[in-house]
């Protein structure tokens, strides 16, 4: 098979890295794309880094098994912790902090950016760290947001249902104060909830989107490095589960706003 033919593999810890997978459909639309999310074992974000890196080396190795020609870690968690799993690859490798750390550097007009993330994502400073290492003078603010995980794997996105408002609030509102005019959604799970996140912000903040980042900084290293799909054939998805894919179809059905009935597989992720 032509390498330029093969999918691109995409991992998350479930539903978040959906947000990567959408722009990349736009992006790249005769791309081949492989989805693992790892729904039986999600949230990743609350657990020790062994934990995140054996998990993140089982997902790698599962997309591996589709023959995928690039591996994205559409994870903020699995980005910031898993570091070195760039170099354990023989295919090109992107996750999702240096892109957006990038986005965000550019978009920012006064300085101050907030960044929101996992447990695990915030405690690395992995975002402020890139962000500061492209412009030192810019201000961070971080802050991670436990419950925004499990609120979008139980489908609580509405940006008008109380319980949604409520914990954004909780966890954004101190943004205001800083006068921050960007903020990084640095966990994939999170643009599922930048609706709700933009009201409690208001209009004038940027935000900025780590799976649609990602994506566009995908599309350029394809390019760059010839592996892009040369046919103007619609891309083929697949996606694979590692719990049941009820709740993931309905979704990412909606998400994606494109039905995946019946596409989605459900593997034991411990045999990889
Ligand atoms: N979507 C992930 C991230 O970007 C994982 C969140 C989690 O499983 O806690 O961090």
């Given at each position: 098979?032509d390498?330029?033919?093969?999918?691109?593999?995409?991992?998350?810890?479930?539903?978040?890295?959906?947000?990567?997978?959408?722009?990349?459909?736009?992006?790249?639309?005769?791309?081949?794309?492989?989805?693992?999310?790892?729904?039986?074992?999600?949230?990743?974000?609350?657990?020790?880094?062994?934990?995140?890196?054996?998990?993140?080396?089982?997902?790698?190795?599962?997309?591996?098994?589709?023959?995928?020609k690039?591996?994205?870690?559409?994870?903020?968690?699995?980005?910031?912790?898993?570091?070195?799993?760039?170099?354990?690859?023989?295919?090109?490798?992107?996750?999702?902090v240096?892109p957006?750390?990038?986005?965000?550097?550019?978009?920012?007009?006064?300085?101050?950016?907030?960044?929101?993330?996992?447990?695990?994502?915030?405690?690395?400073?992995?975002?402020?760290?890139?962000?500061?290492?492209?412009?030192?003078?810019?201000?961070?603010?971080?802050?991670?947001?436990?419950?925004?995980?499990?609120?979008?794997?139980?489908?609580?996105?509405?940006?008008?249902?109380?319980?949604?408002?409520?914990?954004?609030?909780?966890?954004?509102?101190?943004?205001?104060?800083k006068?921050?005019?960007?903020?990084?959604?640095?966990?994939?799970?999170?643009?599922?909830?930048?609706?709700?996140?933009?009201?409690?912000?208001?209009?004038?903040?940027?935000?900025?989107?780590?799976?649609?980042?990602?994506?566009?900084?995908?599309?350029?290293?394809?390019?760059?490095?010839?592996?892009?799909?040369?046919?103007?054939?619609?891309?083929?998805?697949?996606?694979?589960?590692?719990?049941?894919?009820?709740?993931?179809?309905?979704?990412?059905?909606?998400?994606?706003g494109?039905?995946?009935?019946?596409?989605?597989?459900?593997?034991?992720?411990?045999?990889y």
């Open positions: 098979m390498i330029k033919d093969m999918a691109i593999g995409v991992f998350d810890s479930g539903l978040g890295g959906l947000s990567a997978v959408r722009e990349l459909m736009k992006v790249l639309p005769f791309e081949n794309i492989v989805y693992f999310g790892d729904t039986g074992r999600v949230p990743y974000g609350n657990r020790s880094r062994d934990t995140i890196i054996k998990y993140a080396q089982q997902d790698v190795n599962f997309l591996l098994k589709h023959n995928v690039m591996i994205i870690a559409a994870c903020g968690t699995v980005s910031s912790v898993a570091t070195g799993l760039a170099d354990t690859l023989e295919v090109p490798f992107t996750g999702v240096n957006t750390a990038y986005a965000a550097a550019k978009a920012t007009k006064n300085g101050k950016i907030g960044v929101i993330g996992t447990t695990a994502t915030i405690n690395s400073h992995s975002y402020k760290k890139k962000i500061n290492e492209i412009n030192p003078d810019l201000q961070i603010f971080e802050k991670d947001c436990p419950l925004f995980v499990p609120l979008v794997e139980n489908g609580f996105t509405d940006p008008d249902d109380i319980i949604v408002k409520s914990v954004v609030e909780h966890y954004t509102g101190e943004f205001i104060e006068d921050v005019d960007t903020v990084i959604l640095g966990c994939t799970h999170y643009p599922l909830l930048s609706c709700a996140i933009q009201r409690v912000l208001g209009e004038n903040v940027t935000l900025i989107d780590s799976g649609c980042a990602t994506a566009l900084h995908t599309a350029d290293l394809l390019k760059k490095k010839g592996l892009a799909q040369a046919k103007e054939v619609t891309g083929e998805y697949k996606f694979f589960v590692s719990d049941t894919p009820d709740n993931f179809e309905k979704m990412a059905g909606m998400f994606l494109c039905d995946i009935h019946r596409k989605v597989t459900q593997i034991d992720i411990e045999e």
